[in-house]
């Protein structure tokens, strides 16, 4: 029966050859039944190859997917199930076409079948890799672009808010200074018309004192020269008693003394302000008349009730060493008030 088989088989593919057909009807029982099976071997074996390479690159793609941007994980596993699903279905239309195409092939053309089916299969992996590439290619691009369009949106918006925020706390900072200057610039009013009430009252009062007459001329070193005699004493600032003048105001005064010495007497005396020594007369008479004076004067700032002075620092003698007229004197006059 599988004789007869091989024979109306090949006597469709060879019908009009020669008697050397008939030979070869001659087989053995299995032989044909072992090329259809060692046939089926390879389809299946070669099928097995196709399937792994395909479940290589299902593992390939689901590696790659895997590695995409975590942020965007939930929309890439959405997208990885619908390819996934689609790449099956595709998967099992192609697996059903080439069983269908195998099984047509192999009653048609045997000896064709291995070529059509591997060419078949690697042309559509081809079309299908390269059109899985190109989606995920645009995936990845589309994908790209929303999410910087997001972003700068984002930071726009972020940028708007800190300007209107920083621009409040601003003008809030700017009230405040504003208010702080005026509050200040009314204290700084108040402060100037006092002060110059206060100079306007020191002006309208001025200082001035002249006093004459020294009161004794013996023993005079290191003590102060006590002019009895008051000319004038606006301010009331000099004291005849201890010969001290006390500053009213503020301010820089002019001190003069003018003595008269004993003929033969030498002396030096010190103007005295606010315990600096502002002024020296150093004079020795030796004529032989008692009408040589001296002077001496200095300029000095003294404070609102600092003193002055007039202190006989050296004399050469217990004596009488000043001449008892009315050309002695110790006057004071204030040039500005502070």
Same mark, same amino acid.
């Given at each position: 029966?599988?004789?007869?088989?091989?024979?109306?088989?090949?006597?469709?593919? #060879?019908?009009?050859?020669?008697?050397?057909?008939?030979?070869?009807?001659?087989?053995?029982?299995?032989?044909?039944?072992?090329?259809?099976?060692?046939?089926?071997?390879?389809?299946?074996?070669?099928?097995?190859?196709?399937?792994?390479?395909?479940?290589?690159?299902?593992?390939?793609?689901?590696?790659?997917?895997? *590695?995409?941007?975590?942020?965007?994980?939930?929309?890439?596993?959405?997208?990885?199930?619908?390819?996934?699903?689609?790449?099956?279905?595709?998967?099992?239309?192609?697996?059903?076409?080439?069983?269908?195409?195998?099984?047509?092939?192999?009653?048609?053309?045997?000896?064709?079948?291995?070529?059509?089916?591997?060419?078949?299969?690697?042309?559509?992996?081809?079309?299908?890799?390269?059109?899985?590439?190109?989606?995920?290619?645009?995936?990845?691009?589309?994908?790209?672009?929303?999410?910087?369009?997001?972003?700068?949106?984002?930071?726009?918006?972020?940028?708007?808010?800190?300007?209107?925020?920083?621009?409040?706390?601003?003008?809030?900072?700017?009230?405040?200074?504003?208010? *702080?200057?005026?509050?200040?610039?009314?204290?700084?009013?108040?402060?100037?018309?006092?002060?110059?009430?206060?100079?306007?009252?020191?002006?309208?009062?001025?200082?001035?004192?002249?006093?004459?007459?020294?009161?004794?001329?013996?023993?005079?070193?290191?003590?102060?020269?006590?002019?009895?005699?008051?000319?004038?004493?606006?301010?009331?600032? #000099?004291?005849?008693?201890?010969?001290?003048?006390?500053?009213?105001?503020?301010?820089?005064?002019?001190?003069?003394?003018?003595?008269?010495?004993?003929?033969?007497?030498?002396?030096?005396?010190?103007?005295?302000?606010?315990?600096?020594?502002?002024?020296?007369?150093?004079?020795?008479?030796?004529?032989?008349?008692? *009408?040589?004076?001296?002077?001496?004067?200095?300029?000095?700032?003294?404070?609102?009730?600092?003193?002055?002075?007039?202190?006989?620092?050296?004399?050469?003698?217990?004596?009488?060493?000043? #001449?008892?007229?009315?050309?002695?004197?110790?006057?004071?006059?204030?040039?500005?008030?502070?």
């Amino acid at each position: 029966m599988v004789c007869n088989i091989r024979y109306t088989f090949t006597s469709s593919i #060879y019908r009009g050859s020669k008697d050397n057909i008939e030979s070869q009807m001659q087989c053995s029982k299995y032989h044909f039944e072992e090329k259809i099976l060692e046939k089926l071997v390879r389809v299946e074996h070669k099928l097995e190859i196709n399937e792994q390479r395909i479940k290589n690159f299902e593992e390939s793609v689901s590696i790659k997917l895997n *590695d995409f941007n975590e942020s965007e994980n939930q929309r890439r596993q959405s997208m990885l199930s619908l390819i996934q699903d689609t790449f099956k279905e595709e998967k099992n239309l192609i697996n059903s076409s080439v069983q269908s195409l195998i099984l047509d092939t192999f009653t048609d053309e045997k000896n064709l079948l291995n070529s059509s089916v591997q060419s078949f299969i690697l042309d559509t992996f081809i079309e299908e890799t390269k059109l899985f590439n190109i989606s995920v290619q645009k995936l990845i691009v589309d994908t790209f672009k929303e999410e910087q369009h997001l972003l700068n949106i984002s930071v726009q918006s972020l940028i708007l808010n800190t300007f209107k925020e920083e621009k409040k706390l601003l003008n809030k900072s700017l009230v405040n200074v504003i208010e *702080d200057v005026k509050i200040k610039s009314d204290n700084l009013a108040d402060k100037f018309t006092a002060k110059f009430n206060q100079l306007r009252k020191d002006h309208s009062s001025p200082v001035l004192f002249k006093a004459t007459s020294v009161q004794s001329d013996t023993n005079l070193q290191g003590e102060i020269i006590k002019f009895h005699t008051i000319v004038t004493n606006d301010g009331l600032g #000099y004291d005849k008693n201890s010969g001290i003048f006390t500053a009213p105001v503020s301010g820089v005064y002019l001190f003069t003394v003018q003595i008269c010495p004993e003929i033969g007497a030498h002396l030096e005396v010190h103007i005295v302000a606010s315990g600096d020594v502002i002024g020296k007369l150093h004079f020795k008479n030796s004529s032989d008349s008692r *009408d040589v004076c001296v002077s001496a004067n200095g300029i000095h700032k003294v404070l609102k009730g600092e003193k002055a002075w007039i202190v006989c620092s050296k004399a050469n003698s217990k004596g009488d060493v000043i #001449y008892a007229i009315h050309a002695n004197s110790f006057s004071g006059i204030l040039l500005n008030t502070n």
